[in-house]
């Protein structure tokens, strides 16, 4: 798990991201516990109380659950939940991006969907 | 949970005027940092808080006591210097038993886990550290003291950088672990950036800024890239200070980010990019 | 405990190796006093004085207890006000513990030769609790005499330091001026001031307990001009 402190996201929303990310890699399953706040915020040498937030809002979203005195665990379904969330993101994250990119370098659409095509095919 | 109020506070040496009418309310369990260049005043706010100094106006509370000659009041605060106040002579094990003495919630196994950890012996007398290790025994005291207020004045000076690394460590594992009012000055703004929750900035004896860290970064950002596109972007734009290299430029911007000037930025081929504590304290406090 | 005890705990423990070295010496000594009276035997006179280096090692304690004590207890968050009533309770446990210490070693030494303490010397009077209240208040006002020196000192300014320092010899000097111009009177006046404070109104039967009076009295002063200046002393780097 990694943070970019230069990017202007903030840093608990990039940490809820990067949680999201392994639950979806399988690095979390589901029902297994999440690192603790302390133990986050002292690995990624943040205030405990950013590292506390982020696991909180995926709390609120539903991915991740209490489990009082014990710490925060994986809630069943939630790789359901953050993959139904990032497809309705998909389009603005990746293919606007990807549109802008191949205008700036002048590349025209039809060659991009060739592009995809090739991707495809491997 | 302690709460610390200061009021009015002046401080004058001579004819010369220190701090000027601070007012404060530092909330309990939080990370500040108190920043501000050599000579601004931190330290003198800091030894006032601590009863090593005199108010010439003004009064600083801790849960409500004047912090005056009061031992009840000061008994919930420990004040890491950045000058050596322990006796020369004294072994750093028997330090940290007179801390002890001194701070009944004091964690001694806990100190000396500490000391394995940062390689310090206990059995060397204080006078044979090096500046380093002097900060490193210092800093455990704080840590151990579990005092529910504790300051710390440059707590990293003198230390490698593996040792810096461990110190946020440790600070931040016990914080997390046994919440605590914790105020740090310290120099070194990029690296305890992420490690505050609250910042204070004192120019020439005044606030100029009690904000949440995430809040303050928040309200700027950074725009960077070819300095002729750059210059489009900041049209109509507030900003305040920057750098050039040939034709890059990056500049820090004051004002939200919204998702029209992500577009913009996108179509001016500009970068926007978290701004840096640091260089935003630079451009607040130069005159 | 409380804070104020612990603190003079740690004076006491502060000053555990200038006392035993103190002792050390002292025993060094004795050691070679006895040697040498064994050897030669008989010798003519009496000795005495050991006594008068206790006084001045009080003294000497007292100058070097203020710094190291004054940057502890700031360290460890403890008022000023902590700080004294501790010297208060310290300082009086080791003026108690020496003064009793020369008294066993008097004690030790007249069973060996013929010595003679201070009090002996000046008063005549051998009545142990005399001796114990007499040198008591004599170290005490040693301990507090240096102590306050050094308060003065840590509170003055550079200039202040100067004009301290040159205080007694001003001091003196005055005196001799006005010892001059009074005709001898103004100095017999003070001798005789001194002689009755130290219990020697009666020059056949002095009587010590003046003398502790006049101890306790001066290391009041001291100890309460030092008071005026710890209150508000600042931390200094």
């Avoid at chain 1, 998909?90 to 592009?115: C, D, G, W």
């Avoid at chain 2, 806990?110 to 290790?133: D, H, I, M, P």
């Avoid at chain 2, 800093?139 to 440059?154: G, K, M, Q, R, T």
């Avoid at chain 2, 920057?242 to 992500?262: P, Q």
Wanted: aromatic share 10%; glycine share 8%; proline share 3%.
């Amino acid at each position: 798990m990694r943070l970019d402190f230069s990017s202007e996201k903030p840093i608990y929303l990039q940490l809820a991201e990067a949680i999201e990310d392994d639950i979806l890699k399988g690095i979390y399953e589901e029902e297994s516990q999440v690192a603790s706040t302390t133990e986050l915020a002292v690995t990624l040498r943040i205030n405990p109380a950013t590292a506390g937030k982020g696991l909180n809002l995926l709390v609120d979203e539903k991915i991740l659950y209490k489990k009082r005195g014990v710490g925060m665990f994986v809630s069943v379904g939630a790789r359901e939940m953050i993959l139904k969330k990032r497809r309705e993101g998909f389009y603005q994250s990746f293919v606007v991006k990807l549109l802008e990119e191949a205008r700036k370098l002048n590349i025209p659409v039809e060659e991009v969907i060739a592009m995809i095509e090739r991707g495809r095919g491997k | 949970m302690s709460t610390i109020a200061i009021k009015g506070i002046c401080k004058d040496y001579g004819t010369t005027r220190a701090l000027d009418n601070i007012d404060l309310e530092i909330e309990p369990d939080k990370i500040y940092g108190l920043l501000g260049r050599n000579g601004a005043g931190k330290t003198t706010l800091l030894n006032l808080i601590t009863n090593r100094i005199f108010p010439t106006a003004g009064e600083i509370a801790i849960d409500g006591e004047s912090v005056v000659e009061n031992d009840r009041a000061l008994s919930k605060v420990f004040y890491m210097t950045e000058a050596n106040l322990y006796p020369p002579g004294l072994r750093v094990r028997e330090v940290l038993g007179w801390s002890k003495e001194f701070y009944p919630g004091f964690d001694m196994p806990y100190a000396l886990w500490l000391c394995e950890q940062f390689g310090l012996k206990t059995g060397k007398r204080v006078k044979e550290l090096s500046t380093g290790y002097g900060s490193i025994m210092k800093a455990i005291v704080a840590l151990a003291s579990n005092a529910p207020i504790v300051v710390f004045d440059e707590p990293v000076l003198g230390l490698d950088a593996n040792h810096r690394q461990m110190f946020y460590r440790a600070l931040i594992a016990n914080y997390s672990q046994h919440p605590k009012t914790i105020i740090i000055s310290s120099h070194l703004i990029e690296e305890i950036a992420e490690v505050l929750e609250e910042v204070i900035i004192i120019k020439d004896g005044s606030i100029v800024l009690k904000q949440s860290v995430e809040e303050l970064l928040g309200q700027a950002y950074t725009v960077s890239g070819e300095a002729a596109q750059v210059d489009s972007y900041l049209a109509g734009r507030k900003f305040a200070g920057g750098e050039e290299l040939g034709k890059f430029k990056a500049v820090t911007v004051l004002g939200v980010l919204t998702e029209g000037d992500r577009a913009l930025a996108q179509k001016l081929d500009v970068e926007l990019s978290r701004v840096e504590l640091q260089k935003l304290f630079i451009s607040l406090t130069n005159s | 405990m409380s804070r104020i005890l612990k603190v003079a705990k740690w004076q006491l423990y502060d000053a555990r190796k200038a006392v035993f070295l103190f002792y050390l010496v002292i025993a060094s000594v004795l050691a070679l006093i006895t040697i040498l009276n064994v050897l030669y035997g008989d010798g003519p006179g009496k000795m005495g004085g050991v006594d008068v280096n206790e006084v001045v090692f009080c003294f000497v304690l007292g100058l070097n207890s203020y710094t190291g004590a004054f940057k502890f207890t700031q360290a460890n968050s403890i008022t000023r006000r902590s700080l004294f009533a501790a010297t208060l309770v310290s300082f009086a446990g080791i003026a108690a513990f020496m003064t009793l210490a020369s008294i066993i070693v008097g004690t030790i030494l007249k069973s060996i030769m013929p010595y003679e303490g201070m009090m002996m010397q000046l008063y005549r009077i051998e009545a142990r609790p005399t001796q114990f209240i007499w040198g008591f208040a004599l170290n005490t006002f040693a301990i507090f005499l240096g102590w306050m020196i050094t308060m003065v000192y840590y509170r003055s300014s550079r200039l202040q330091k100067t004009l301290v320092s040159l205080s007694p010899a001003f001091l003196i000097m005055g005196l001799i001026y006005l010892n001059n111009r009074t005709g001898g009177r103004l100095g017999a006046a003070l001798i005789r001031a001194m002689r009755k404070a130290l219990g020697f109104a009666d020059m056949i039967n002095p009587n010590p307990l003046v003398a502790v009076f006049s101890f306790f009295v001066a290391a009041a002063c001291c100890a309460a001009l030092g008071f005026l200046l710890i209150r508000r002393a600042p931390i200094r780097s």
